[in-house]
């Protein structure tokens, strides 16, 4: 009797185990991004090296979990892929190609013109002839060689001024205000099943959109594809553009094109520049740098808060809104910690530094429940 007892015993806590087990496996995969946003937009993220080596075991398992699309913090610009004339690394843009393919994540490829991160052959071609030799060379070997690898590229990155006005770059001195349709006529060529997308920050504020606007509506005049455009979205807690971001969703979208939230993180450490201007610095001032040991709760909130209207937005428009993509998988990776003072400690994601979802993170979550109840 003792016997048949304990063999009762122990088959119910065998299914109890067992609940337990089906209930924490579904509660994992309740809080995946990738899946409550499944209907609405692709969740993507930003990976560096190590990353893609997988070299990072709490990354390794997160990002899988969590995104089913990623961009190439830094591997595929020029300074890394085309270092010398002529001479071309590939093994770390191949290595996320096979990263991509083992975790079923498509690939956003970043990004083939952009006037920083040049290597320093590129600034040192005097002749005109060169130059278009260097363009066409650099955007047909990179393109082709990840033609139907990739899902999409930035084809060209931030080429315009706050105004609207096209950025005095190296690319437009040596070849002249037709530089970025060109770009897309050559990306099309050599990748001509891949979607390319223009990508700039601050293309949602009212003047730089209308510039933004304009050259969308020169490449697609000259008879040459772009399939969206890419709003980066480096944002400020507290001061986030919710209507000017409402209506760049809304015209850009009336050109036929995609919407897509490129580089999403929310500043919430003071500065006194604008924009994303990677040159840009500023002199160390502790002033600058409040939270070296922790984000106060208020701070927490208020970046929660942030994400969950931006994501209240970005659900307005299904179909519309196609890709929201963090610039980073966690906290400790973003570029806002050395940027613009070194040593910035900044918490702009939705993970924290130990890789744990932040408020931020179930706010958005819950976005999809209020929308089922």
Known sequence: MKNKFVGIMY???????????SRNAMAQKAVSLKDVFKNDFVIGTALNATQIEEKDPKAALLVPQQFNTATPENIMKAEVIHPQWGTYQFDLADKLIAYGKKNNIKINAHTLIWHSQLPQFVRNIQSVDSFKTFFKNHITTVAGRYSGKVFSWDVVNEALNEDGTMRQSIFLDKLGDNYVTEAFRLAQAASPNTELYYNDYNNEQPAKRAGCIALIKKIKQAGVRIDGVGIQGHWHAGKIPLKEIEESIIQYTALGIKVMITELDIEVLPRNVEGADVSQRMKEDPSMNPYKNGLPDSVQQQLASDYEALFKLFLKYPGKVTRVTFWGV?????????WPVKGRVNYPLLFNREFKPKPAFYKVIALKKIEQE
């Open 11 to 21: 088959s119910a806590t065998l299914l109890i185990v067992a609940c337990a087990s």
């Open 330 to 338: 966690d906290d400790g990776q973003s570029w806002l910690n050395n």
